[in-house]
Nanobody
Framework: VQLQASGGGLVQAGGSLRLSCAASRAISSVFNPLNMAWYRQAPGKQRELVARITSGRSTNYADSMKGRFTISRDNARKTVYLQMNSLKPEDTAVYYC?????????WGQGTLVTVSS
């Protein structure tokens, strides 16, 4: 599964961004059963889970993102989104898209989000 992440950029604190992750080469029967997630890695820190959405559309979020970030998926477009609101400088990181099924993980190339104070 090839994942293409996009939507990162520079934003001021308090602003919003929407990240997209497209599995455009996957057919629906491959994409739909995937559990999708966003992770992030800040400089000098370990990669951490941001949000996850299962194939059944159940969601969970890291505590620091609850109420500010929303993950969603559009199976028809084979795309998962991360809407990020009320961004803080500490949200600055490279954001990675992840797909998982049956223990097999696939990663996108990452998109950089920079939040200025």
């Amino acid at each position: 599964v090839q994942l293409q992440a996009s939507g990162g950029g520079l934003v001021q604190a308090g602003g919003s961004l929407r990240l997209s992750c497209a599995a455009s080469r996957a057919i629906s029967s491959v994409f739909n059963p995937l559990n999708m997630a966003w992770y992030r890695q800040a400089p000098g820190k370990q990669r951490e889970l941001v949000a996850r959405i299962t194939s059944g559309r159940s969601t969970n979020y890291a505590d620091s993102m609850k109420g500010r970030f929303t993950i969603s998926r559009d199976n028809a477009r084979k795309t998962v989104y991360l809407q990020m609101n009320s961004l803080k400088p500490e949200d600055t990181a490279v954001y990675y898209c992840n797909a998982e099924r049956n223990g097999n993980n696939y990663w996108g190339q990452g998109t950089l989000v920079t939040v200025s104070s």
